[in-house]
């Protein structure tokens, strides 16, 4: 009997269960054209968990996660659970799976397609056949340094994040981003602020030195504000990008938005095996429920699942030409919408993929 890939699907929060529903959909259709085995396995994260046991990753969640194959994940949080502590808020689960998984490598692609030119806000000369990947250090920076908090020094509160790179991290991110430059254009940039943190400038020397063991890349630096500025104003320069944790969160979501929609992004957290598969979007939860959202970027990253975890490199390319043709025949959620194309909702676009998968 075929093994089946164990997939932990956390629809999360908002949107995120409208998302996943429609990727699992199309998960479906893809099984029942090529045979392929998938085992799905339900857990809570987010806001979702915090309301049903008070812990937004509860221990079965995490037992679910470590003893899958791979983690499908819709999107957490929203304002209805802003008030809450840190140490209890949705995202804490985020970086909880990513902490726990040792998920150190974030793969973020953004494309331009033809169909799509016209809803990016910049001039289609300028985002036309875009296609860069942008490689975001996942597990150190701000966002797990210590110490960190709000305490209170002689009377007044004071907020501390730590933010910390060791030379093993910086060495094992930049490995990734320099073997994924080799099967791409063999451009890299790496993005630091070197001129003002010295935790960036050990991350510039570092990249650097383990660039001379791939002598056919060749190797850029730029500081983060310049960057965030020629991706809106020359993004074609660009193939690979590696940065750290928090350059990387900012300039990914500018990035999207050179695409029309954040709704089209998918992205891959990647580590020593395994990995999470998740929308580079948030819960949305304005329109939660509404049949609004838009499923591409979550259907696109369970394409980036079956390449880079699941090794199935046919079956990926199968689930993208799907969107593609979607695409290209028309359909749109509001968006991506324009006038002449065809305006459907969540369930029918997920509907339109998985259609273009059946035999």
């Given amino acids: 009997m075929e093994k089946k890939n164990k997939i932990a699907v956390f629809p999360g929060d908002g949107i995120g269960v409208e998302v996943v529903r429609e990727a699992v ?20 994260v987010g806001g979702a968990a915090y309301d049903a046991c008070g812990d937004p990753f509860p221990a079965e969640s995490l037992e679910l996660a470590l003893t899958s194959d791979v983690v499908l994940l819709g999107a957490v949080g929203g304002p209805k659970w802003e008030g809450l502590d840190y140490s209890v808020r949705p995202e804490r689960a985020l970086l909880g799976l990513r902490e726990k998984l040792n998920l150190f490598a974030n793969l973020r692609p953004v494309n331009v397609y033809d169909e799509l030119i016209e809803a990016s806000p910049l001039k289609a000369e300028i985002v036309r056949g875009i296609d860069i990947l942008i ?34 991290e910086i060495r094992r991110i ?23 943190l010295e935790s960036t400038q050990l991350w510039r020397d570092v990249v650097t030195e383990e660039g001379r063991a791939y002598p056919d890349v060749e190797l850029r630096h730029m500081y983060v504000d310049n960057c965030a500025m020629q991706l809106v104003s020359h993004p074609a320069q660009f193939d690979v990008i590696v940065t750290t944790n928090m350059f990387g969160d900012i300039l990914s979501d500018e990035a999207a938005m050179i695409t029309g929609s954040i709704g089209m992004l998918p992205s891959a957290s990647l ?30 990253s369970v ?27 028309g359909y749109r959620t509001k ?19 998985a259609a273009r998968l059946l035999p």
Avoid: C, W
């Avoid at 959909?25 to 809570?44: I, P």
């Avoid at 430059?181 to 993005?191: D, F, G, N, P, T």
């Avoid at 095996?273 to 979007?281: A, D, L, V």
């Avoid at 324009?338 to 305006?343: D, F, T």
């Fill in 271 to 300: 580590g020593e095996r395994g990995g999470m598969y998740e929308p580079i979007h948030g819960s949305a939860p304005d329109i939660a429920g509404r049949d609004l959202a838009n499923p591409l970027a979550t259907i696109l």
């Fill in 174 to 196: 930049a490995r990734v981003a320099f073997a994924a430059a080799q099967q791409r254009r063999k451009r890299l940039l790496s993005v630091d602020k070197a001129n003002v």
């Fill in 335 to 353: 968006d991506i919408h324009h006038e002449g194309a065809i305006l459907v909702g969540t369930a029918a676009m997920g509907d339109a993929v």
């Fill in 303 to 329: 394409a980036m699942m079956l390449h880079h975890s699941l090794g199935m490199p046919g079956e990926a390319e199968m689930v993208e030409t799907a969107v593609r043709q979607v695409l290209r025949d």
């Fill in 25 to 44: 959909k199309v998960l479906d259709a893809l099984a029942e054209k090529t045979g392929a085995g998938f085992a799905l396995a339900y857990g809570l």
């Fill in 135 to 168: 490689i975001r250090e996942l597990t150190g920076d701000l966002y797990f340094g210590q110490p960190r908090g709000v305490r209170v020094e002689n009377g007044r509160r004071v907020g501390i994040n730590t933010l910390v790179y060791t030379e093993e």
